[in-house]
T-cell receptor
Framework: AQSVTQLDSQVPVFEEAPVELRCNYSSSVSVYLFWYVQYPNQGLQLLLKYLSGSTLVESINGFEAEFNKSQTSFHLRKPSVHISDTAEYFCAVILLMDSNYQLIWGAGTKLIIKP | EAQVTQNPRYLITVTGKKLTVTCSQNMNHEYMSWYRQDPGLGLRQIYYSMNVEVTDKGDVPEGYKVSRKEKRNFPLILESPSPNQTSLYFC????????????FGPGTRLTVT
């Protein structure tokens, strides 16, 4: 069965330190990849996406993710986190099939910034 | 402002009392969806709709109903709520037609006692 795995349910990191949130998926079909962020007491919002082209995609607030087809991964990174990055991050994958598509969500990773 | 709205934002009710959570989007999106979010379980899709009058079950449809009579509205109906439906609910919409990113509402926190 197709699945999206976010290996870490929580990632604690000190402010200004780098962080990587991992996302792996299992699929043999073409995919689109997304990272969403959920700040405390808010809905989810799109952080960045990979549809095609360059495998490295960036967000406006300094996050980046790289699509690695051979490792079926789409890890999210930031070189220096800020207290305002405290949130839960969800990886999502669109599986493209002949005349339809399927959306699969990861379980989420809580990013905890320590001052 | 382009947005997805949900009402109510908070609701406390009793077992068996029918309720409806409304969802509306002003972006002319074709695709709409309902999710529930529970600690440790991430997002689970309840129902989705690819267009007007077209709805399909998601991963956890039991105990829920939806309708899509108009493009902008996608209400979630709990005919006989039970305590295990206590959760945080999100409505989302997406343009469809090759654009898959989803736009989420602010959430509805439901407590069933």
């Amino acid at each position: 069965a197709q699945s999206v795995t976010q290996l870490d349910s929580q990632v604690p990191v000190f402010e200004e330190a780098p962080v990587e949130l991992r996302c792996n998926y299992s699929s043999s079909v073409s995919v689109y990849l997304f990272w969403y962020v959920q700040y405390p007491n808010q809905g989810l919002q799109l952080l960045l996406k990979y549809l095609s082209g360059s495998t490295l995609v960036e967000s406006i607030n300094g996050f980046e993710a790289e699509f690695n087809k051979s490792q079926t991964s789409f890890h999210l990174r930031k070189p220096s986190v800020h207290i305002s990055d405290t949130a839960e991050y969800f990886c999502a994958v669109i599986l493209l099939m002949d005349s339809n598509y399927q959306l699969i969500w990861g379980a989420g990773t809580k990013l905890i910034i320590k001052p | 402002e382009a947005q997805v709205t949900q009402n109510p934002r908070y609701l406390i009710t009793v077992t068996g009392k029918k309720l409806t959570v409304t969802c509306s989007q002003n972006m002319n999106h074709e695709y709409m969806s309902w999710y529930r979010q529970d600690p440790g379980l991430g997002l689970r899709q309840i129902y989705y709709s690819m267009n007007v009058e077209v709805t399909d079950k998601g991963d956890v449809p039991e105990g829920y109903k939806v309708s899509r009579k108009e493009k902008r509205n996608f209400p979630l109906i709990l005919e006989s709520p039970s305590p295990n439906q206590t959760s945080l609910y999100f409505c989302a919409s997406s343009p469809g037609q090759g654009a898959y990113e989803q736009y989420f509402g602010p959430g509805t926190r439901l407590t069933v006692t």
